[in-house]
């Protein structure tokens, strides 16, 4: 176990006791969102992303361990077990490097040496390998002249294919072309004579070069697509010659033999045909796999912050479905997301209805309190908002509207889910609303999508979709626990990423809700059918009761800390009932922690926490981040000059830069060398999807309707 934890604590910077800690509250069954918020004390506050990490870590250190013993195993049953293998065996800490030592004693499919060696010339190629300085290389292969091997030339081709092998079956020789290929290689691209790159897609890459080291990994993305949609051709060059002398001097032991023309000629055969492709192909998955996670590391933090985003509480919306031909859908929902009215206008052509559009919606905006229009930014979204903002202008309308991203919109709109919550309704209905949903509280709603359907990554199309769907859900199962969740009120989809609960036990809890009203309090949970002491346990602290008896039952404060919370508020002479006030706030501030868990017998981290709920009991997690921008008028790229500076909001945050929305047809892009003055490593140490961010417009492309925007303003502008 020790040399299992050894490597995840150095890897990941932490302490052996607190990866002891994590693996041993993951045995007993506790949960990630769990073990982050209410084992801070055993841990050392690891947060959620820390505990997956080695989680993740001890999965592969053990599935090493694993290979490692079955390698030992099998070589050993072949009688080739010796102290040196055993050593280096135990030395590694890559599966790659295990899978290098045990290749020579694989079972091979057939293969050019195998059969040489089938023909009982392996003893020649022995031979050979020892550089003999004396005897006649001809000589000794006529000993091995028969029916299956006719010639002199045969025996000595044969004994060269067997080296060539040995060649590529060496360890120490693979490692060292890996290690050239990493360090010195160049990527080299080509364009392929025919291809079907009409639009001149991949036109950066007919042509291309770069070292391996400084490949990033969107480039490494485009590089892959490109090549599989036979754009180019892809190559990886090093030094081969370098490497081939190398080689040479490690199989001739740097001496001279009669053997040396021969052993020469295999180094060269082992090297060219088996392991410089063999190799390639190698760091090629290796680099793939990297951009693999890079990618599923930037969707998973767009998506995390889209999640997030604060809800627009106590507003009326109407969402605004655009489209041309089919008409634009509207739908009218109320402070809490139930859908008051649905219609559909044509502003737009082919078939224009432009008057009574203007009439529908001005009466929808008329007979209920509408606060924001909210308008997916889909196809026809720019042409909806001119439509939008001038009935504003003209009709002096106290409302404002947003642009709200319906990616996978209707993905959920054709889903059973949708169906089953409005089963009266068309499919373009049901959109409108989910697109007026999602400023109102955007975690409940996109919860019911599939995350793979929510456009806020790179390349994730070509991305491997178990590992993909692993991380989003983990994502999303994060930012639920994070926000919290009203026992009442929430939907199976939403309940089934609680901590604790799954999609059986949500839906025990939505049918006891309608069985028996309104859950009263946490200790009721455990009167739910499915909801036994383990998942009371894990989950209760996520629930919340909003009008409960318990006031505790409101907050993060978990069932198990209620006496200490109370012992706490007699401490602080604070009544339940006043948490969140200004005397509670005051009170709180004023208090020394470490005298308060001495006090209680608690932890510190556990103190902590009771305080910031003493003090802001109803506190949502999102409110840290900006709201959407809301708007009253549109903007034309003409209205636009070199220097402006604008306000915008983040959508989509990649490896090179960031796409922001302010108010085009088209997002424009900074570009990372745009952020700052100061050397950054990717847009997210500056940027997340959803932040309100001040641009200025760097360049202006009319013809394809595209802006490109800098975070710096300029040096001859006074902004």
Same mark, same amino acid.
């Given at each position: 176990?020790?040399?299992?934890?050894?490597?995840?604590?150095?890897?990941?910077?932490?302490?052996?006791?607190?990866?002891?800690?994590? %693996?041993?509250?993951?045995?007993?069954?506790?949960?990630?969102?769990?073990?982050?918020?209410?084992?801070?004390?055993?841990?050392?506050?690891?947060?959620?992303?820390?505990?997956?990490?080695?989680?993740?870590?001890?999965?592969?250190?053990?599935?090493?361990?694993?290979?490692?013993?079955?390698?030992?195993?099998?070589?050993?049953?072949?009688?080739?077990?010796?102290?040196?293998?055993?050593?280096?065996?135990?030395?590694?800490?890559?599966?790659?490097?295990?899978?290098?030592?045990?290749?020579?004693?694989?079972?091979?499919?057939?293969?050019?040496?195998?059969?040489?060696?089938?023909?009982?010339?392996?003893?020649?190629?022995?031979?050979?390998?020892?550089?003999?300085?004396?005897?006649?290389?001809?000589? @000794?292969?006529?000993?091995?002249?028969?029916?299956?091997?006719?010639?002199?030339?045969?025996?000595?081709?044969?004994?060269?294919? #067997?080296?060539?092998?040995?060649?590529?079956?060496?360890?120490?020789?693979?490692?060292?072309?890996?290690?050239?290929?990493?360090?010195?290689?160049?990527?080299?691209?080509?364009?392929?004579?025919?291809?079907?790159?009409?639009?001149?897609?991949?036109?950066?890459?007919?042509?291309?070069?770069?070292?391996?080291?400084?490949?990033?990994?969107?480039?490494?993305?485009?590089?892959?697509?490109?090549?599989?949609?036979?754009?180019?051709?892809?190559?990886?060059?090093?030094?081969?010659?370098?490497?081939?002398?190398?080689?040479?001097?490690?199989?001739?032991?740097?001496?001279?033999?009669?053997?040396?023309?021969?052993?020469?000629?295999?180094?060269?055969?082992? /090297?060219?045909?088996?392991?410089?492709?063999?190799?390639?192909?190698?760091?090629?998955?290796?680099?793939?796999?990297?951009?693999?996670?890079?990618?599923?590391?930037?969707?998973?933090?767009? /998506?995390?912050?889209?999640?997030?985003?604060?809800?627009?509480?106590?507003?009326?919306?109407?969402?605004?479905?655009?489209?041309?031909?089919?008409?634009?859908?509207?739908?009218? #929902?109320?402070?809490?997301?139930?859908?008051?009215?649905?219609? *559909?206008?044509?502003?737009?052509?082919?078939?224009?209805?432009?008057?009574?559009?203007?009439?529908?919606?001005?009466?929808?905006?008329?007979?209920?309190?509408?606060?924001? #229009?909210? #308008?997916? @930014?889909?196809?026809?979204?720019?042409?909806?908002?001119?439509?939008?903002?001038?009935?504003?202008?003209?009709?002096?309308?106290?409302?404002?509207?947003?642009?709200?991203?319906?990616?996978?919109?209707?993905?959920?709109?054709?889903?059973?889910?949708?169906?089953?919550?409005?089963?009266?309704?068309?499919?373009?209905?049901?959109?409108?609303?989910?697109?007026?949903?999602?400023?109102?509280?955007?975690?409940?709603? /996109?919860?019911?999508?599939?995350?793979?359907?929510?456009?806020?990554?790179?390349?994730?199309?070509?991305?491997?979709?178990?590992?993909?769907?692993?991380?989003?859900?983990?994502?999303?199962?994060?930012?639920?626990?994070?926000?919290?969740?009203?026992?009442?009120?929430?939907?199976?989809?939403? /309940?089934?990423?609680?901590?604790?609960?799954?999609?059986?036990?949500?839906?025990?809890?939505?049918?006891?809700?309608?069985?028996?009203?309104?859950?009263?309090?946490?200790?009721? $949970?455990?009167?739910?059918?499915?909801?036994?002491?383990?998942?009371?346990?894990?989950?209760?602290?996520?629930?919340?009761?909003?009008?409960?008896?318990?006031?505790?039952?409101?907050?993060?404060?978990?069932?198990?800390?209620?006496?200490?919370?109370?012992?706490?508020?007699?401490?602080?002479?604070?009544?339940?009932?006043?948490?969140?006030?200004?005397?509670?706030?005051?009170?709180?501030?004023?208090?020394?922690?470490?005298?308060?868990?001495?006090?209680?017998?608690?932890?510190?981290?556990?103190?902590?926490?009771?305080?910031?709920?003493?003090?802001?009991? %109803?506190?949502?997690?999102?409110?840290?981040?900006?709201?959407?921008?809301?708007?009253?008028?549109?903007?034309?790229?003409?209205?636009?000059?070199?220097?402006?500076?604008?306000?915008?909001?983040?959508?989509?945050?990649?490896?090179?830069?960031?796409?922001?929305?302010?108010?085009?047809?088209?997002?424009?892009?900074?570009?990372?060398?745009?952020?700052?003055?100061?050397?950054?490593?990717?847009?997210?140490?500056?940027?997340? *999807?959803?932040?309100?961010?001040?641009?200025?417009?760097?360049?202006?492309?009319?013809?394809?309707?595209?802006?490109? $925007?800098?975070?710096?303003?300029?040096?001859?502008?006074?902004?």
């Amino acid at each position: 176990m020790k040399e299992i934890i050894e490597p995840i604590a150095k890897q990941l910077q932490v302490k052996i006791s607190q990866v002891e800690a994590v %693996l041993s509250l993951l045995e007993e069954g506790a949960t990630v969102p769990f073990i982050a918020r209410y084992r801070k004390e055993r841990t050392g506050a690891l947060d959620e992303e820390a505990i997956r990490l080695i989680q993740e870590q001890y999965a592969y250190q053990v599935n090493l361990a694993k290979r490692k013993e079955d390698v030992l195993r099998l070589i050993e049953e072949k009688g080739k077990l010796t102290e040196e293998i055993k050593a280096e065996i135990a030395q590694c800490t890559k599966l790659s490097q295990v899978e290098d030592i045990y290749r020579p004693y694989q079972e091979k499919r057939k293969t050019r040496a195998g059969e040489a060696i089938k023909k009982g010339l392996e003893p020649f190629a022995n031979w050979m390998r020892t550089c003999p300085r004396e005897g006649d290389v001809k000589a @000794n292969a006529s000993q091995y002249v028969n029916e299956q091997v006719p010639f002199v030339e045969d025996a000595i081709q044969g004994a060269k294919d #067997i080296i060539a092998e040995q060649v590529s079956d060496d360890a120490k020789v693979r490692e060292r072309i890996r290690e050239s290929m990493q360090k010195f290689g160049t990527l080299v691209t080509k364009e392929k004579k025919k291809h079907d790159d009409e639009k001149k897609v991949y036109q950066m890459y007919y042509d291309y070069s770069e070292r391996i080291s400084s490949l990033a990994p969107h480039r490494i993305m485009a590089i892959d697509r490109a090549e599989k949609e036979k754009v180019i051709t892809v190559k990886i060059e090093i030094d081969e010659e370098r490497a081939i002398d190398w080689c040479i001097r490690r199989f001739t032991k740097r001496q001279s033999s009669v053997a040396d023309p021969y052993i020469i000629e295999a180094v060269h055969d082992g /090297l060219k045909r088996l392991v410089f492709p063999s190799v390639e192909r190698e760091i090629r998955n290796e680099l793939s796999e990297k951009a693999h996670e890079q990618s599923i590391h930037i969707f998973s933090m767009n /998506l995390e912050r889209l999640l997030l985003q604060p809800p627009m509480k106590n507003k009326t919306v109407l969402g605004f479905d655009p489209a041309f031909r089919t008409g634009c859908k509207l739908a009218v #929902i109320d402070a809490t997301g139930k859908m008051l009215e649905v219609s *559909v206008i044509y502003p737009h052509a082919p078939n224009a209805k432009l008057k009574q559009a203007e009439s529908t919606m001005l009466d929808l905006l008329h007979r209920y309190p509408v606060d924001i #229009i909210a #308008i997916g @930014n889909g196809t026809a979204s720019r042409e909806s908002e001119a439509f939008v903002a001038k009935l504003i202008k003209d009709h002096h309308l106290h409302v404002t509207y947003t642009m709200v991203s319906e990616a996978g919109a209707s993905v959920y709109s054709a889903s059973k889910l949708a169906k089953e919550e409005f089963p009266d309704l068309h499919v373009e209905q049901r959109s409108a609303i989910s697109i007026a949903r999602r400023i109102m509280d955007p975690l409940s709603e /996109l919860i019911k999508i599939d995350p793979q359907s929510i456009g806020v990554g790179q390349y994730q199309h070509d991305l491997p979709t178990a590992r993909l769907k692993e991380r989003l859900d983990f994502v999303v199962s994060k930012a639920v626990n994070r926000v919290g969740v009203n026992v009442n009120t929430a939907s199976v989809e939403l /309940l089934k990423n609680v901590s604790g609960l799954s999609g059986a036990s949500a839906k025990s809890i939505v049918a006891y809700r309608n069985e028996h009203g309104a859950i009263s309090s946490r200790q009721e $949970l455990k009167n739910i059918p499915k909801i036994g002491a383990k998942s009371f346990e894990q989950s209760a602290g996520f629930l919340r009761i909003e009008d409960g008896e318990e006031v505790l039952d409101r907050t993060g404060i978990h069932p198990e800390s209620y006496a200490v919370a109370k012992q706490i508020l007699h401490k602080l002479n604070i009544s339940q009932q006043d948490m969140g006030s200004d005397a509670a706030q005051k009170a709180v501030a004023a208090v020394s922690k470490t005298e308060l868990a001495k006090e209680t017998g608690s932890d510190i981290y556990t103190i902590e926490d009771i305080l910031d709920s003493i003090a802001q009991p %109803l506190r949502d997690y999102r409110d840290q981040y900006d709201a959407p921008v809301l708007r009253s008028d549109v903007l034309e790229i003409s209205d636009l000059h070199i220097g402006d500076k604008m306000e915008g909001v983040v959508r989509n945050v990649v490896d090179f830069g960031a796409f922001i929305d302010i108010g085009l047809h088209e997002d424009g892009l900074v570009h990372i060398s745009k952020m700052s003055k100061r050397f950054i490593k990717h847009p997210s140490e500056l940027l997340n *999807v959803g932040d309100i961010v001040n641009v200025y417009i760097y360049g202006i492309n009319e013809e394809k309707q595209k802006v490109q $925007l800098s975070l710096l303003p300029f040096e001859n502008e006074n902004v």
